[in-house]
């Protein structure tokens, strides 16, 4: 009897409250107190079973939903974006996981398959020369190329023609091997950022640095990292690039070492080797390679600073014209050394592990900011 008498006041409470909370065109705030007062006493159950959550919900008055202003629907979007930003440079990441590495083969098939015609257009593909200059080279220059090999040199001046397209799902891969394969990171890094400056770039952005040099400059270091032999010179010469005194752009060197390996080509400097041989390519990489090498022992055993990088450059390019075949045997003398575990090319020198802080306020000297020495010196592709 209690309870059922209990049942009906709660009942009646409830629809009270109910039509005082509808019927009211306003309420001060001690009535609303009192109305939640009421229902301090009343079960869970009741309010489901006479539907005063409903009544409580329903649009009353002419109550319509508050517009969102435009400044939180965009900090909605920012905040659902967070998770596609990598906090170290504030670039979109590729993905979440890494990436698979790329090899050098694949990356020239790539370019292989791909129309380059528009590029291939810019090339020149020798250099020419006039008067005395031309008969001195046809009477005592290195021999011409086989016609056999004239596509496959071609194919080398052409990629040098194309820039960095961030876009382009290979140009990235090959970005991310260079930058893993140098650092040790198991992790992909942002194709835009400081960490390439850790690496010897000018800049956030790699595409700025390969001004005459294209994307073969990109191969270049990727044939470096990919090879188990040249992916330990590649380490310590960037040590050495790294050095609290001798410091330079390692990159940017690089690019530099790139730009004499085209010109050697075009002059024909390393056609009795591509002769020899029978391929272009392969010689090209080497001659790149081996080049990287003596500007290395040159920069280490002569105490050579940033200072000294162009005229260190213009020296370097006329001995790698001069003597090709010297500088492939001294690569080949190195490798053959690292392979047994004898080979050292900073011995007992110490360098610092980060790249000193007063490196970038230095200027870096190319041989793109050197007067040509002659006239076959341009440095048009």
């Known amino acids: 009897m209690n309870e059922k008498s209990c049942s009906f006041h709660n009942e009646k409470e409830l629809r009270d409250v109910q039509v005082e909370s509808v019927s009211a065109g306003s309420s001060t705030p001690c009535d609303k107190d009192n109305s939640a007062l009421a229902f301090r006493g009343i079960p869970i159950s009741a309010l489901k079973s006479y539907s005063v959550l409903r009544a409580l919900t329903a649009e009353a008055n002419g109550w319509t939903t508050a517009v969102v202003s435009t400044d939180v629907l965009r900090a909605q979007e920012e905040w659902e974006a967070v998770d596609n930003i990598q906090p170290e440079t504030g670039s979109q990441a590729s993905s979440d996981q890494p990436g698979q590495l790329i090899s050098f083969s694949e990356a020239l098939q790539h370019f292989q398959t791909v129309d380059l015609s528009s590029f291939k257009k810019r090339i020149q593909p020798t250099i020419r020369r006039t008067g005395l200059a031309a008969l001195r080279h046809c009477l005592f220059g290195p021999p011409k190329l086989h016609q056999g090999l004239h596509e496959e040199r071609d194919l080398v001046l052409t990629i040098a023609q194309c820039g960095l397209d961030s876009r382009d799902p290979v140009h990235g891969r090959v970005l991310q091997t260079i930058y893993r394969k140098l650092t040790g990171s198991k992790f992909d890094c942002a194709l835009h950022g400081d960490h390439w400056e850790d690496l010897g770039f000018q800049g956030a952005n790699p595409a700025t640095d390969l001004r005459g040099a294209g994307f073969l400059a990109l191969l270049h270091l990727l044939y470096l990292v990919m090879d188990s ?31 004499i390996a085209i010109q050697a080509l075009r002059e024909e400097c390393l056609s009795r080797e591509c002769n020899r041989q029978q391929k272009v390519i392969p010689v090209v990489n080497s001659f790149y390679a081996a080049t990287f090498l003596h500007l290395a022992y040159i920069w280490r055993t002569q105490q050579k600073t940033i200072s000294d990088s162009g005229f260190v450059l213009k020296d370097l390019e006329v001995l790698a014209k001069k003597s090709p075949r010297r500088l492939l045997k001294t690569l080949e003398s190195y490798l053959a050394r690292v392979s047994k575990g004898q080979a050292s090319l900073l011995g007992a020198q110490k360098c610092c592990g980060p790249q000193a802080s007063h490196a970038k306020e230095l200027t870096f000297t190319g041989v793109c900011d050197l007067l040509p020495h002659s006239s076959e010196g341009t440095w048009t592709i």
Request: net charge positive; aromatic share 6%; hydrophobic share 45%.
């Open 229 to 259: 032999k040249t992916l330990l010179m590649a380490q310590e010469i960037l040590r050495l690039s790294r050095h609290h005194i001798q410091q330079f752009p390692f990159c940017l060197m690089s690019v530099n070492i790139t730009r």
